[in-house]
């Protein structure tokens, strides 16, 4: 099946640095890639959807200045939490969607842990 | 607007049980996709199903079963004879067509097996 990758698996970082998280899609290419945020015993709120060499687009109450997202190729996004803060930790995950024209089912990675001390 | 509602927060019950999970969607779009995924707690989320919105037959995997039913918006998972390594929190999810297939997950189900 397809696999989608995330590194780093696990970050710690002081308060107001930047932390950036990358998503792959390993044999696949991906038009379009979703990030999700999770905080503990909650579910996956969608951040946002970028397609690939567009800009990324955001959910309401999302900060568009403080998550960056850059979908450079079709293979990769990348997701930069800027001057992280305590309230930022959280479970990031990505998924992505094929290319392959009417082939709906997306793939999602297995997810990167953020602590912002 | 779409949204996922799952009623259940957590669920307890003994091994060997049957346990059914309900997840009730609300779509203004004729075309639409219903999942589940598990979540262990390593939180990686594991994909147990997709149904098209055309397809309302019931499916069985195992001892996973799903029940899809439009008239009430609702598609139903139960797990036949319960076991430990069941525990996780199942989330139910929609993906509109006309959304570019972002997927929205419900809140989850909690579910405990108890040995």
């Known amino acids: 099946g397809a696999v989608v990758s995330q590194h780093p698996s696990r970050v710690i970082c002081k308060s107001g640095t930047s932390v950036k998280i990358e998503c792959r899609s390993l044999?696949?290419?991906?038009?379009?890639m979703f990030w999700y945020r999770q905080f503990p015993k909650q579910s996956l709120m969608l951040m946002a959807t970028?397609?690939?060499?567009?800009?990324?687009?955001?959910e309401q109450g999302v900060e568009k200045d403080k998550f960056l997202i850059n979908h450079a190729s079709l293979t990769l996004s990348t997701l930069t939490v800027t001057s992280a803060h305590p309230e930022d930790s959280s479970f990031y995950i990505c998924?992505?969607?094929?290319?392959?024209?009417?082939?709906?089912?997306?793939?999602f990675g297995p997810g990167t842990r953020l602590l912002v001390l | 607007a779409q949204k996922v509602t799952q009623a259940q927060t957590e669920i307890s019950v003994v091994e060997k049980e049957d346990v059914t999970l309900d997840c009730v969607y609300e779509t203004r779009d004729t075309t639409y996709y219903l999942f589940w995924y598990k979540q262990p707690p390593s939180g990686e989320l594991v994909f147990l199903i997709r149904?098209?919105?055309?397809?309302?037959q019931n499916e069985i995997s195992g001892r996973y079963s799903w029940n899809f039913q439009k008239s009430t918006s609702s598609f139903n998972f139960t797990i036949t004879a319960s076991q430990v390594v069941d525990s996780a929190v199942y989330f139910c999810a929609l993906s509109e067509r006309t959304s570019y297939d972002k997927v929205i997950f419900g809140p989850g189900t909690s579910l405990s097996v108890i040995p």
């Open positions: 998924s992505a969607r094929p290319r392959v024209l009417y082939q709906e089912t997306q793939y």
């Open positions: 970028s397609n690939e060499g567009s800009k990324a687009t955001y």
């Open positions: 149904r098209n919105s055309f397809d309302e």
């Open positions: 044999d696949f290419q991906a038009t379009t």
